[in-house]
């Protein structure tokens, strides 16, 4: 099956699934340009690494990919002048971090897109995901975010080496 597609306009493709997803609240940007803190989307491919979602709030989704259960220790280094940036941490953490276990449901379920990591350069950008839009779908911190329930349903087809890949609209 061929790569997840995403346009810069708001839709997510992938065989005959078709959902509209937020993007970044400060547009997409070629990858080469995307720093930290940017509020941009970065556009190119992207492996997909992890899925990580919150047990107590939902069942384990159908997946192929690796899926890790959350818990309140889980966070993602953001500082790019420390070693562990743009990884998973165990908080409590010195550096600067997002917390994944938000008392919001936006991480409810996440994916661990392969942007900047392999390895990390700093800043980047760092916490590049796929995980649940707000119910507005407004713009994200550079992530794609979809409906629950679309989330689960794409989650449920893909293979185990899925990518995405971020394009600019036609």
Known sequence: ????????????????LRFRCALGKGGCKPEADKREGDGATPLGRY?????????DRLAAPD???????LTPQDGWCDDPGDPAYNRHVVL??????????REDSVY??????????????????????????RADY????????LALSDLLALLAV??????MQIVSAA
């Open 1 to 16: 099956m061929s790569d997840i597609i995403v346009t810069s306009n708001g839709i997510l493709r992938h065989g005959g």
């Open 47 to 55: 492996a997909l690494r992890q899925v990580y979602y919150r047990v």
């Open 63 to 69: 997946t192929r990919l690796p899926l890790q259960a």
């Open 92 to 101: 409590p953490f010195a550096a600067s971090h997002e917390k994944l276990w």
């Open 108 to 133: 409810d379920v996440i994916v661990v897109l392969g942007h900047n990591d392999d390895p990390p350069v700093p800043g980047m950008g760092s916490a590049i995901f796929l995980h649940v839009a």
């Open 138 to 145: 407004s713009g994200t911190e550079g992530c794609v975010a």
């Open 158 to 163: 893909l293979p185990p080496n899925a990518a």
